[in-house]
Structures are given as C-alpha cells and as structure tokens.
T-cell receptor
Framework: GAGVSQTPSNKVTEKGKYVELRCDPI?????LYWYRQSLGQGPEFLIY????????DSGLPNDRFFAVRPEGSVSTLKIQRTERGDSAVYLC??????????????FGPGTRLTVL | KQEVTQIPAALSVPEGENLVLNCSFT??????LQWFRQDPGKGLTSLLL?????REQTSGRLNASLDKSSGRSTLYIAASQPGDSATYLC?????????FGQGTRLTINP
C-alpha cells in the first residue's frame, strides 16, 4: 500500500506480558517515528529512527520500552512486563528525510493496546 | 521544554459558519508547525504545514497562520460542513520530533 501500516490494529494483553507492535513505513522514507496517544490527549513522542539507528529515544518512558529498525524499513516497538498504564494508541509515522522544515510526517492508523 | 496548548478543547457550530481554532506554543525556536485532523479511531492526516519562515498556508477552505514571535497559530475553516467534524491537532517541530497540543474536538451540526 501507499501509506504507513501498523499491525495489529488492536492488542489486548494481560499485565506483565510482553508485546510487539509493528510499523511498515512508506517505501523510501528514511525517517520513522513512534508516538503514544492516551485518551483525550495529543500524541507524545517516543523515539525517532534515521535509517537503522535510533537518533532520538528521549521519549521512551522507561527501560521496559525498546524499538528496533534493523533494515531501515520496518520497525518494531517492544514493551516488556506491560502495565495497565501502558494502555494507549501507539502511532507510527514516517517522513522522507527527517530533516525538519518541509519534511511532513505521515501517520499510520495506530495500534490500540489494552493492558488488563 | 516546548509546550503546546489548544483552545477551545471542544467546539460545536452550525453548518455554514466560519470558525477559528487556536494554538499556542512556548518556545519560538521551531522548524515548522503542522495542523492535523484525526477522525475517531483513525490516524492523523496532515492538513497544512507552515515553515518557520512563512506566515500562512492555504488549502481549499482552510487557512493557517503562524506568528512565531508571539507563539501562536490559528486554523481558519470557511463555510464549515458536517464532514469537517473531527479532532484538530496542532504540532510544532523543534527538530525531527513533533510536540502536539491536546486537540480541539470540532462538531459541525447540520
């Protein structure tokens, strides 16, 4: 497809479990971003990849959260020992260069994570 | 730390009215400002992007302005339609990451 895709669209898990959320960016986009959106709030930045490397992971809330992008395309957000407070919509975005200015971020539909 | 505020949090107007959504930010050192639309259960769609050197951008019935020195932006929607009902989010870019406001939930009543 032409847009950013995310799987699964919904994920329900139990407290303490491990989850992986996947993002397929737009083909050719070098920059990839993860955001988290809680109910009634705007998205909050988690991590930014330029190619295969995490250029800015300052938004990751703690060491239970980790993300990879091994081949510079698909990215996986990994959450260990999930907590109820991790429940949110996780949004992925990609942009052509990550260079600011006119570099528009294109968002996927998100993965709704519910931790019971 | 950059903070973005949107007022009002919710707005309900009759179809056909012109309306203005407001966004303010605390740090004027931005690369650009974007307005997004979010429909329930969906991702974000970029509406307009204003570079830091620009004052406004227009797309159809939408016009966004940027006053960097005062830390303010407005989104003007002309001749509103029921299909404009959605949450509108403002976001500023300091480098690569975006900092979002909480959004304005807009309802256009037929």
């Amino acid at each position: 497809g032409a847009g950013v895709s995310q799987t699964p669209s919904n994920k329900v898990t139990e407290k303490g479990k491990y989850v992986e959320l996947r993002c397929d960016p737009i083909s050719g986009h070098t920059a990839l971003y993860w955001y988290r959106q809680s109910l009634g709030q705007g998205p909050e930045f988690l991590i930014y990849f330029q190619g295969t490397g995490a250029a800015d992971d300052s938004g990751l809330p703690n060491d239970r959260f980790f993300a990879v992008r091994p081949e510079g395309s698909v990215s996986t957000l990994k959450i260990q020992r999930t907590e109820r407070g991790d429940s949110a919509v996780y949004l992925c975005a990609s942009s052509p260069t990550g260079g600011g200015g006119t570099d528009t971020q294109y968002f996927g539909p998100g993965t709704r994570l519910t931790v019971l | 730390k950059q903070e973005v505020t949107q007022i009002p949090a919710a707005l309900s107007v009759p179809e056909g009215e012109n309306l203005v959504l407001n966004c303010s930010f605390t740090d004027s050192a931005i690369y650009n400002l974007q307005w997004f639309r979010q429909d329930p259960g969906k991702g974000l769609t970029s509406l307009l992007l204003i570079q830091s050197s620009q004052r406004e951008q227009t797309s159809g019935r939408l016009n966004a302005s940027l006053d960097k020195s005062s830390g303010r932006s407005t989104l003007y929607i002309a001749a509103s339609q029921p299909g404009d009902s959605a949450t509108y989010l403002c976001a500023v870019s300091g480098a690569q990451k975006l900092v979002f406001g909480q959004g304005t939930r807009l309802t256009i009543n037929p």
